[in-house]
């Protein structure tokens, strides 16, 4: 049975699609741009490139690292953990140095803290076994993957950190903790209840599309003027 309802199988390319978790990524994406709108985009060059490197880092980074050994996490059969490795490695790195350029080109000077904070999660959330897990729950997710993109977002945009993306930020942690919650609730389901599964996942995974097309629409009514 599939783990997930955008699984696919068969290859280390259609493991590499899966593990992206792009339904989710995407919405991740979302609080970015939620946080780059909410003063009107300034530079779309700015936007185009940052959006890069989280979906380098939050998209390939930490899903490559969260498919590692021991990780608690298992979507591949095909994908050995030196290549999961590599393309975290890789892709992480393509975004710090994304996030340094932008950093000097623009004297965002904050960025000095904010790249080190979200490069920090994006390795130590899919470590289970980091500071025996500490940072691998649902708070966390929601700080590191829904509140810092939309604070990361205002800042590259307005230079600022003006208290109006607190608000955003904040929705954009609830979004991503029922995400999260919902998440690991249909996980369980399908662990545990292989016969019924879709029976009782069906409603679930339901709310899981929608709340994903929810933060696509609010970030283009952002990106768009509202």
């Known amino acids: 049975m599939k783990k997930t309802w955008y699984q696919l199988e068969g290859s280390k390319r259609a493991e590499i699609w899966t593990i992206l978790h792009l339904p989710y990524t995407a919405m991740n994406l979302s609080f970015l741009a939620i946080g780059f709108g909410i003063a009107g985009v300034h530079r779309w060059d700015v936007f185009a490139w940052i959006i890069v490197a989280y979906f380098l880092g939050l998209g390939v980074a930490a899903h490559s690292f969260d498919q590692m050994p021991g990780m608690g996490s298992s979507y591949v059969k095909y994908l050995m953990p030196k290549e999961l490795l590599l393309m975290g490695l890789a892709a992480v790195s393509i975004a710090v140095l994304i996030g340094i350029y932008w950093m000097i080109e623009l004297a965002a000077w904050h960025l000095l803290w904010m790249i080190p904070l979200q490069t920090f999660f994006v390795l130590a959330y899919p470590n289970s076994r980091f500071m025996k897990g500490f940072f691998h729950n649902d708070f966390w997710f929601a700080v590191s993957f829904g509140f810092i993109p939309v604070m990361v977002g205002f800042y590259m945009n307005t230079l600022t950190l003006d208290p109006a993306f607190l608000m955003w930020a904040v929705l954009a942690a ?53």
Do not use: W
Request: glycine share 2%.
């Open 174 to 226: 609830n979004i991503a903790a029922i995400e999260i919650t919902l998440s690991r609730y249909v996980r369980a389901i399908r662990k545990n209840h292989a016969e019924d599964a879709e029976y009782y996942i069906y409603k679930p995974e339901i709310a899981l599309k929608l709340l994903c097309f929810m933060s696509y629409f609010l970030a283009l009514s952002f990106l768009s003027g509202k």
